[in-house]
């Protein structure tokens, strides 16, 4: 199984700063790799799939980027509901689907 | 596209259990159909899926195979999850979500909250 390790666990900034958000794969996973983002209290909400391919309606703020192993989320300059859980998961071979352990962005 | 969720509550240790999830705007019997789980204050883990193109092909995560089985109806567009053999640990909200063959989950169902205690 794949098992897929997010960094760091939280991530405390301000609004119109930039996140930076990894995940590191354990065996290569050529650009399988999406990221959702989750609210309390709400379903996950896919942004970003193949690691870079943004989701229809998603703010351009949002970026993936990455290959093999190392991945990367980032958000430009973050705005008041950026502030959420992100997962990475990978896909590659599946099922089964495996999801990371997730980055708490909050404001600082 | 809607996916809307019933069942789930409180059950034993040893109890059975199952969960539906209704879908609209598309048909359960075309698309792969997952389970994801949210233990509380944990992170997501996939469940289980069904294969779409009205496939019987399912696969299951380790922790649940042989315990939980994912089936659909195709007369009532709804997906379900039997859960039998419940432990303390399967205790999470489980979501149902329309995962795409690329393995990339677009819908969701709003979860339900299953809590297996004694």
């Known amino acids: 199984e794949i098992v897929l390790t997010q960094s760091p666990a939280t991530l405390s900034l301000s609004p119109g700063e930039r996140a930076t958000l990894s995940c590191r794969a354990s065996?290569?996973?050529?650009?399988?790799l999406g990221w959702y983002q989750q609210k309390p209290g709400q379903a996950p909400r896919l942004l970003i799939f193949?690691?870079?391919r943004r989701v229809t309606g998603i703010p351009a703020r949002f970026s993936g980027s990455g290959s093999g192993t190392d991945f990367t989320l980032t958000i430009s300059s973050l705005e008041p509901e950026d502030f959420a859980v992100y997962y990475c998961?990978?896909?590659?071979?599946?099922?089964?689907?495996?999801f990371g352990g997730g980055t708490k962005v909050e404001m600082k | 596209v809607a996916l809307v969720q019933s069942g789930g509550g409180l059950v034993q240790p040893g109890g059975s259990l199952r969960l539906s999830c209704e879908a609209s705007g598309f048909l359960v019997g075309d698309s792969y159909m997952s389970w994801v789980r949210q233990a509380p204050g944990k992170g997501l883990e996939w469940v289980s899926v069904?294969?779409?193109?009205?496939?019987?092909?399912?696969a299951y995560v380790e922790s649940v195979r042989d315990r939980f089985a994912i089936s659909r109806d195709i007369s009532n567009n709804t997906l379900y999850l039997q859960m039998t053999s419940l432990r303390p640990e399967d205790t999470a909200v489980y979501f149902c979500a329309r995962t795409f063959a690329d393995g990339y989950i677009k819908y969701w169902g709003q979860g339900t909250l299953v809590t297996v205690s004694s």
């Open positions: 069904i294969f779409g193109g009205n496939s019987d092909r399912t």
């Open positions: 065996q290569s996973i050529s650009t399988f």
């Open positions: 998961q990978q896909r590659s071979n599946w099922p089964p689907l495996t």
């Open positions: 193949d690691a870079s």
